[in-house]
């Protein structure tokens, strides 16, 4: 069976418990992620029970928004920063060097999607406000790939995140995870984290062969990601 198919047994479920009155008072009334705590189940690309309520608590009534991700669990929502996060967002091949940094020396990185060829990068709130000016007065002699503009997304804007459920069909382009949240306080880089991967990132410089990259080649398996040191 898959998940969607699986999300939606459980949100009926759940619709019919609050209908009938039991177990339907205070939280439990939307407790609707009890599909995505089956730990056996979870990946790294989908979000679990806990990270879900930590993406809802972005916005002023995580209830209502736990509501609409009941009824439509595969599709994409829109989520203020600011708040709990901020996101970086960037070209994905430059994504991805900044991504094989962060794991492969660095701390690791918070939740992360793709979204029409770009890379969401969901960092410390205030770090959409610093990033920029720290860029600009790094210095960037030697450095063989230019740092390509980022967006940076702070108090004020907004950004698609994907799906809790991955849809059995999916559409080019369209938003999805790559390192899903899987806590209610997920470890989130900062500003002096991420300036450190974008200029490692830029001067292009060997990683540490001795640590895993979060790149393998594709023949070794469909786990991309190494997690094991994940905060």
């Known amino acids: 069976m898959s998940s969607s198919s699986v999300w939606q047994k459980a949100s009926e479920g759940a619709r019919a418990a609050r209908h009938c009155g039991g177990a339907g008072g205070g939280a439990d009334a939307f407790d609707i992620f009890r599909v995505l705590r089956d730990e056996g189940r979870h990946q790294v690309g989908e979000v679990s029970a806990e990270g879900a309520a ?126 899903a949240p899987d806590t209610r306080r997920p470890w989130l880089p900062g500003p002096d984290v991420l300036l450190w991967a974008c200029v490692r990132a830029a001067k292009n410089e060997p990683s540490d062969a001795s640590r895993k990259s979060i790149f393998p080649p594709a023949d070794q398996g469909a786990t991309v990601y190494d997690v094991s040191r994940r905060r």
């Open 54 to 179: 930590w993406l809802s608590s972005a916005v002023r009534h995580p209830r209502s928004t736990l509501a609409l991700w009941e009824a439509r669990p595969t599709a994409p929502g829109v989520l203020p920063c600011g708040s709990v996060f901020d996101v970086v967002n960037v070209p994905s091949i430059f994504g991805r060097r900044i991504l094989d940094r962060l794991w492969s020396e660095g701390p690791g990185s918070g939740p992360v999607a793709v979204h029409r060829g770009r890379m969401l990068l969901f960092a410390a709130p205030g770090t959409a406000q610093r990033l920029p000016s720290l860029l600009e007065w790094e210095e960037w002699r030697g450095a063989d790939v230019p740092v390509p503009p980022l967006l940076c997304h702070g108090a004020g804007d907004a950004v698609t995140v994907p799906a809790l459920v991955r849809p059995e069909r999916e559409t080019p382009g369209a938003a999805r995870w790559l390192v």
